[in-house]
């Protein structure tokens, strides 16, 4: 198993740009999450999907979109972006069953809006 | 609403030396605690889960609900556990990990 795959790795927008940032995974896991990671800031809940054509808004889902039309993927999209979206992007998931379980992330995306 | 509380951004010790890493947590319900760990620019890794009562790379953490914590501790740091430690909390019935600002673990030699 790959486990959770997110590209691109690093990117640069400019202002006003829109990009999708790409999330997989092979575990069959329904539920999977996006996370901002910002110094001193922690890891901020962006979106999460329980299960293919579910998706919910977390605590900071302003100017993002995600979709969910597969159980392996969930993509986020930026459409306007803007330099408050500079930020390191994880994309996590999670199996349903049984609570001992944490999440599993991926390796992140670098994004910088200038 | 849960929170999780580091009140620490960083703590500073010689390779040896005793590690308390602290968490403190808000939760009306009955908590799930976790902490995970993140090398230089790497993804974020399960390090422990109170559930499991484990041990890992000599790290344990205890469930304390009187006091609402969950500290990391390891009684002699080594220079590979320079790292970023995050505490998260599961909650709801969607799963949703809440966590800390977390905190820097350097660990000089």
């Known amino acids: 198993n790959a486990g959770v795959t997110q590209t691109p790795k690093f990117r640069i927008l400019k202002i006003g740009q829109s990009m999708t940032l790409q999330c997989a995974q092979d575990?069959?896991?329904?539920?999977m999450y996006w996370y901002r990671q910002d110094p001193g800031m922690g890891l901020k809940l962006i979106y999460y999907?329980?299960?293919?054509?579910?998706?919910d808004k977390g605590e900071v889902p302003n100017g993002y979109n995600v979709s969910r039309s597969t159980t392996e993927d969930f993509p986020l999209r930026l459409e306007l972006a803007a330099p408050s979206q500079t930020s390191v992007y994880f994309c996590?998931?999670?199996?349903?069953?049984?609570?001992?379980?944490?999440?599993?992330f991926g390796s992140g995306t670098r994004l910088t809006v200038v | 609403a849960q929170r999780v509380t580091q009140p620490e951004k960083l703590l500073s010790v010689f390779k040896g030396a005793p590690v308390e890493l602290k968490c403190n947590y808000s939760?009306?319900?009955?908590?799930?605690l976790f902490w995970y760990v993140q090398y230089s620019r790497q993804r974020l890794q399960l390090l422990l889960r109170?559930?499991s009562r484990e041990s890992i790379k000599g790290f344990t953490a205890d469930l304390n609900k009187g006091e609402t914590s969950f500290h990391l501790k390891k009684p002699f740091a080594q220079e590979e556990d320079s790292a970023m430690y995050y505490c998260?909390?599961?909650?709801?019935?969607?799963?949703?990990?809440?966590f800390g600002k977390g905190i820097t673990l350097s660990v000089r030699p």
């Open positions: 109170h559930i």
């Open positions: 998260a909390l599961l909650t709801g019935a969607n799963s949703k990990l809440t």
């Open positions: 999907s329980v299960g293919a054509g579910i998706t």
């Open positions: 575990m069959n896991h329904n539920y």
């Open positions: 996590a998931s999670r199996i349903t069953l049984g609570t001992a379980d944490g999440y599993t």
């Open positions: 939760y009306s319900g009955s908590p799930e």
